[in-house]
């Protein structure tokens, strides 16, 4: 497959329907960076990072950091595939929760996303909103298909809170979440997907504070991020910065209120050493085979 399909494909969010859909378009784009790119950069500062460069057809364009510990090759991905699907057929059961099947459903979920917000890296940069847009919408449906896969139900739309004065409803506040998992009807969690937590992090802490006060409840609220580096320095220098904010992080968990689960793909080293951020943050896999699970027996009336 040349670029300009992957391309064609990766801009029409319609061809994103289903987890094989992913699946497939990873494998596509797999194989054509296999032997068609201009050339593989590896990053200054934390060389396990790289940068695709693409060839005349992609202008020579350079990807986002690729984390080489958790992208699969093509290779890998085949021989991997069938093994993440059979994962989300039996995540429920004891003999799931193992360390390989943990890496899994990590670097699987990484890699095809990863295809995606590479092959919209070669987008002309007179269109890189439109990128980014795409690529957030696609990664979002893409956790929301997962959980409905194994078995929840889960949808995106937007909440009407009553807000009452002297006993009585006053307004509705409406509150637009990019994950409701309901049991019955009833909201058990709400989540929030994002591809990176930069700008985005203090929003989803005063959500669950106002959520829970205006409703006068428990509701779990968790977060789902892809990554927080991004690409710096110049051609030939290029390294990698963290965009995730510790100081924030830590202030709002102290001072408002935890989150009910931080999970990341590519998390980074500080998040598994530091006080408070290893208490609260996790790899994705701790999501799907555990705390989901928990969250949905948790939610109850104060």
């Known amino acids: 497959m040349k670029l300009n399909k992957i391309i064609k494909k990766v801009t029409d969010k319609d061809k994103f329907l289903s987890i094989v859909d992913y699946a497939d378009f990873c494998m596509f784009y797999l194989e054509y960076i296999k032997n068609n790119l201009q050339a593989v950069i590896v990053s200054r500062n934390e060389n396990n990072y790289r940068f695709f460069q693409y060839n005349k057809q992609g202008t020579y364009n350079i990807t986002r ?7 699969f090759s093509i290779e890998e991905f085949l021989k991997k595939k069938e093994m993440f ?3 989300l057929n039996n995540i429920r059961d ?3 929760d193992t360390v390989d099947n943990r890496k899994v459903i990590n670097n699987f979920v990484y890699t095809c996303q990863q295809s995606i917000g590479a092959s919209l890296d070669a987008l002309p940069a007179n269109r ?3 990128a980014r847009k795409i690529n957030g919408d696609l990664f979002e449906r893409f956790i929301r298909l997962i959980l409905n896969d194994i078995g929840l139900n889960v949808t995106s739309s937007t909440v009407a809170i009553p807000v009452k004065i002297d006993g009585e409803i006053a307004f509705n506040m409406n509150y637009q979440h990019d994950l409701l998992i309901q049991v019955d009807k009833n909201i058990k969690a709400i989540g929030s997907v994002k591809t990176s937590s930069k700008d985005r992090l203090d929003k989803i802490f005063i959500d669950k504070f106002l959520y829970n006060r205006l409703t006068d409840s428990e509701t779990p609220h968790f977060a789902v991020f892809l990554n927080d580096v991004q690409r710096k320095g110049k051609e030939g220098k290029y390294g990698i910065n963290a965009t995730f904010l510790p100081g924030h992080f830590k202030g709002y968990t102290i001072k408002l209120n935890p989150l009910d689960g931080v999970y990341y793909f590519d998390i980074r080293p500080n998040m598994r050493t530091e006080n408070i951020l290893k208490d609260h943050i996790k790899t994705f896999d701790n999501f799907l085979i555990n705390d989901v699970w928990k969250f949905i027996t948790k939610n109850k009336r104060k």
């Open 65 to 71: 950091p690729i984390n080489s510990d958790l992208m």
């Open 128 to 130: 890189s909103n439109t």
């Open 94 to 96: 004891k003999n799931i």
């Open 85 to 87: 699907f059979n994962i």
